[in-house]
């Protein structure tokens, strides 16, 4: 399960002034903290002042900070609460250490660490879940133990419910612990509280309450519960998490395991919790033992604010979009209403509104602080092996690739990362397609388009392409039959875009599963199928030929898409599918892969439950863009390598065959670019040469249009033809 998806982009220009705030202050609480007035830093003292009380009514201390500095305090700083579950958003920081060291994957398997783990209670061995169990599944309550810190039961298949519990952490602190053969509560003060400032007279980590005291004489700490501290430790702690895992310069923390921590896990979200009416829909909300607001249930909040939660109502809270820390613990505050987050309401909301209404004094100009409603996007760092600086090569790395070296072309020669044009800052996506009118159109996702910008966020919407690779210009087509709204899976997106005899075609994604939509007046109106494709196919796209399906094989369309439901979650292979040219709007007419006969010659079934891989990477297989190079006879499909934030880092391949369903083989593979690789990536076939030779790559990295020249060095010259 090395899922991976990116996570959230800072990219309105509201948000990018209050990052610019944060860098050019530097500010790091060091030895205390920098105390400023709330209009200093663009924030709403009233506004600050109404979060303030509300927190009161459960007494208590709390801290607001902005960019580093303190804005507001209540209370006594100094004292220590019992923080009970915000715990477990510590102990996901001492897994982090762990991860970063290379000590222990998410992946992995808890059994791989601990020897002894699920046991007592012996009733759990026959259930035969055991040695499924993942640290993901610890560290996202999916693993199925019951609420207390003790040995508890399981109650469930892990990774099929989610279920709050003290006792799936205690395991994973235990893991910790073996991995260092050390205290962790030494480890944490060593790698992390001492760095931050934090003393031990700010905060205590309690012996284990349910368990023995120590574990191979080692002293066994709760991930459950058990840390007391002051809020001027918690405020540090968050402001580390704010910072990226970096402090005064040091990297900490792995910044692709921050943002996890504080995005929903895409295997997790839409699971049944085991006691709703208490936890609410908390797998749509819910990180590395972090909360968040991914799914918008705080309708006021930023989409990419998260917290710590534990009883008494204490709470670390980051926004990142608002570069906003806030601590807080006392006593519980009064439930007066149904739903879980409903009693942050009246605390969070008024810090948000803060911002929206502050000025920032000594800025030139005086613009009203927005928050990015962006969520962190879905897939996530769910693996992390140690870390090495790597050299771009096509050679075998780390798994390599899964298809042996292409016959065609010997290696893919990438133009200097310099030399990269990006534009349409904040967008995501890009299938193209060549139109019958010389241009190329494409779609984006999450962004405004190309600049100009619109005036409005999109999940999904249209640009046309005029022009060369290397000076292209781009307009955003407005069309209200096709453009969406919703951020991340909470949005239609465009997976693939065809122009067939004048038809311009899409498909979209995140429609459970996939949806198609076509225009007959170049992107102007459009509309929708009264059909979609519901099982696999979680985000299709489709092969490309030339201009207006010019030089295609036959008189079919094919369509590509890993074989999974979900636009976010990877799968073992990809699944292919065809449809007549002129049928492309019925159902029924789609044709499913389902092989090779003996004679080597692809079979299809028209019922897609008869689906068979077309190409197969195990846990690999992901988003992809796949076009025809005409000159050089190969089909060259372009595959993003799920890994930590593609946007700026990661790998891609690109693989070749003479025919749609293979026999693949690879022309470039790397674990890691050198620069990132989005999210998609694929080569318009408008600006390959005539020779075939020369390819321009258009990928989603760094959120842009990114336009990158390659040339294929070939292992043979190929015939003229």
Not at 15 to 44: F, H, N, R
Not at 502 to 531: C, E, I, V
Not at 559 to 577: E, I, R, T
Not at 585 to 597: I, S, W
């Amino acid at each position: 399960m090395c899922f991976v998806v990116k996570v959230y982009a800072l990219l309105v220009t509201a948000s990018m002034m209050v990052a610019s705030i944060a860098s050019a202050e530097d500010a790091w609480p060091m030895p205390t903290w920098e105390s400023v007035a709330p209009q200093k830093v663009g924030l709403d003292g009233h506004q600050l002042e109404k979060a303030r009380d509300y927190a009161l009514t459960g007494g208590g201390s709390g801290y607001i900070t902005r960019s580093g500095k303190l804005v507001m305090v209540w209370g006594d700083p100094k004292q220590r609460y019992d923080l009970k579950s915000t715990t477990k958003s510590f102990g996901a920081t001492a897994l982090g250490i762990a991860i970063l060291d290379g000590k222990i994957r998410l992946t992995d398997k808890v059994t791989q660490h601990h020897p002894s783990f699920g046991t007592p209670p012996d009733i759990n061995s026959k259930t035969g879940w055991i040695d499924e169990i993942s640290i993901l599944h610890l560290a996202s309550q999916t693993a199925g133990f019951e609420k207390p810190g003790g040995y508890e039961k399981l109650i469930f298949e892990p990774g099929t419910k989610w279920a709050y519990s003290d006792g799936g952490p205690n395991w994973l602190a235990e893991c910790v612990t073996l991995a260092y053969k050390q205290d962790v509560d030494r480890l944490m003060f060593d790698r992390v509280f001492t760095p931050l400032g934090i003393q031990r007279t700010d905060l205590v980590w309690r012996n284990n309450s349910y368990r023995d005291k120590n574990i191979d004489g080692i002293p066994r700490r709760e991930f459950g519960s058990g840390i007391s501290a002051n809020v001027d430790a918690m405020a540090r702690f968050g402001l580390l998490y704010l910072r990226n895992g970096t402090w005064s310069g040091k990297q900490i923390l792995p910044a692709d395991f921050v943002k996890q921590a504080g995005t929903t896990v895409p295997t997790v979200v839409g699971l049944p919790e085991v006691d709703p009416k208490n936890y609410g829909n908390a797998s749509d909300h819910y990180g590395l033992l972090w909360w968040n607001n991914a799914d918008g249930t705080l309708k006021d909040v930023p989409l990419d604010a998260y917290w710590t939660w534990g009883l008494y109502d204490s709470l670390i809270v980051v926004i990142p979009s608002l570069d906003i820390v806030v601590a807080r613990a006392g006593q519980s505050w009064k439930r007066e209403w149904a739903g879980h987050y409903d009693v942050l309401q009246p605390f969070l909301e008024p810090i948000v509104a803060a911002a929206q209404v502050g000025r920032v004094s000594n800025l030139p100009l005086q613009t009203p602080h927005l928050f990015v409603t962006a969520p962190p996007q879905q897939d996530d760092l769910l693996e992390r092996k140690p870390t090495k600086k790597r050299s771009l090569s096509n050679e075998n790395e780390a798994a390599g690739p899964p298809y042996p070296p292409s016959p065609v072309i010997a290696n893919i020669e990438w133009a200097p990362p310099e030399t990269i044009v990006r534009k349409a800052r904040g967008g995501d996506n890009w299938p193209l397609t060549w139109g019958d009118d010389d241009n190329l159109y494409t779609a984006y996702g999450d962004g405004k388009g190309f600049e100009p910008l619109i005036d409005v966020k999109l999940s999904m919407g249209l640009s046309r392409i005029s022009g060369p690779a290397d000076k292209f210009t781009a307009v955003n087509l407005r069309s209200p039959t096709i453009e969406t709204r919703g951020d991340g899976p909470s949005g239609k997106k465009a997976s693939g875009l065809l122009m067939v005899d004048g038809t311009l075609y899409l498909w979209a994604r995140n429609a459970s599963n996939s949806q198609l939509a076509w225009s007959s007046d170049h992107g102007n109106t459009w509309m929708w199928s009264d059909w979609k494709l519901t099982e696999s196919f979680g985000a299709p796209t489709f092969l490309n030929f030339g201009r207006d399906y010019a030089g295609a094989r036959d008189e079919f369309v094919y369509l590509y898409s890993h074989d999974n439901d979900s636009a976010y979650k990877p799968a073992n292979g990809m699944v292919l599918a065809r449809v007549h040219k002129d049928r492309v709007r019925e159902r029924e007419a789609y044709e499913f892969f389902a092989g090779l006969n003996a004679e080597a010659q692809p079979k299809w079934s028209n019922d897609v439950a008869m689906r068979v891989s077309v190409f197969a990477h195990s846990e690999r297989c992901y988003r992809s863009g796949i076009s025809y190079n005409s000159a050089l006879q190969r089909y060259l499909w372009c595959q993003i390598i799920p890994g930590p934030d593609t946007r700026f880092q990661g790998g891609f391949a690109i693989y070749d065959a003479p025919e749609p369903w293979g026999p693949w083989t690879t022309a470039f593979f790397t674990e890691a670019w050198d620069v990132g690789p989005g999210e998609t990536s694929s080569i318009p076939t408008k600006w390959i040469s005539d020779d075939g030779k020369t390819i321009h790559l258009v990928f989603s990295g760094d959120d842009h249009f990114s336009v990158r020249r390659a040339t294929l060095n070939l292992k043979r010259e190929l015939p003229s033809p």
